[in-house]
């Protein structure tokens, strides 16, 4: 089966502008997590979709990230507008069912805000 | 609360050798505890999990890990290193329902396999 894929792999952007992360799970993966690494910190969760529905956003750390799931498939994240302390990787997970804590992770966007 | 701490952020082993990664945690409530690897320009890929089963567990690659609730541990470990093994390693832990179910992550450790 065709892994979780996020895109685009690398994006680098000036502050103040926006941009939009993509995460296409594996089909029938009805879990969907975000989480980010900063450099030099550890990896954090941002949030949790259950189909189409934000189960655990208790990670987003502000406004200006928005995440959608529309129609229980891919989901986006939004960074609007970018800071500097935005940097980092953000990586995409999937699991078919809730407890399932063997989640396939995608490669990962590295942003880069300057 | 959940917390991970994994000690030394960079370990160097010789080819052959034992591969020793700690990880302690902190829990509240009963853990399920994760072990992933990240080899160059690739995603996170599950090696082993403990989820209140075995306390040994077997993953991927020849790894295992113990987890050991008096010393609140889940070391991973490898009796003989491969240069394929050089990656880095993190280890996780989240608990077991509602908005515990999230991964709490350690800082990660990048290992070093030496020919």
């Known amino acids: 089966e065709a892994g979780v894929t996020q895109f685009p792999s690398h994006s680098v952007i000036e502050k103040g502008q926006t941009v939009t992360l993509r995460c296409d799970p594996i089909s029938g993966h009805d879990n969907l997590y975000w989480y980010r690494r900063v450099m030099g910190k550890e990896i954090k969760f941002l949030l949790h979709f259950v189909k189409e529905s934000k189960q655990d956003e208790s990670g987003m750390p502000n406004n200006r990230f928005l995440a959608e799931r529309t129609g229980g498939t891919y989901s986006t994240l939004k960074v609007q507008p970018a800071e500097l302390e935005d940097s980092g990787v953000y990586f995409c997970?999937?699991?078919?069912?809730?407890?399932?804590?063997?989640?396939?992770f995608g490669s990962g966007t590295r942003l880069t805000v300057v | 609360a959940q917390s991970v701490t994994q000690l030394g952020s960079h370990v160097s082993v010789s080819e052959g050798a034992l591969v020793l990664l700690r990880c302690n945690y902190s829990?509240?409530?009963?853990?399920?505890l994760f072990w992933y690897v990240q080899y160059p320009n690739q995603g996170l890929q599950l090696l082993l999990k403990?989820?209140?089963?075995a306390t040994l567990v077997k993953g991927i690659n020849g790894f295992e890990a113990e987890f050991k609730k008096s010393e609140t541990s889940f070391h991973l470990t490898k009796p003989s290193a491969h240069m394929s093994d050089a990656a880095e390693y993190f280890c996780a832990v989240s608990g077991n329902a509602g908005n515990n179910r999230k991964l709490i992550w350690g800082l990660g450790t990048s290992l070093a396999v030496n020919p």
């Open positions: 829990s509240s409530v009963p853990p399920y």
């Open positions: 997970a999937s699991s078919k069912e809730i407890g399932d804590y063997g989640y396939t």
């Open positions: 403990y989820t209140s089963a």
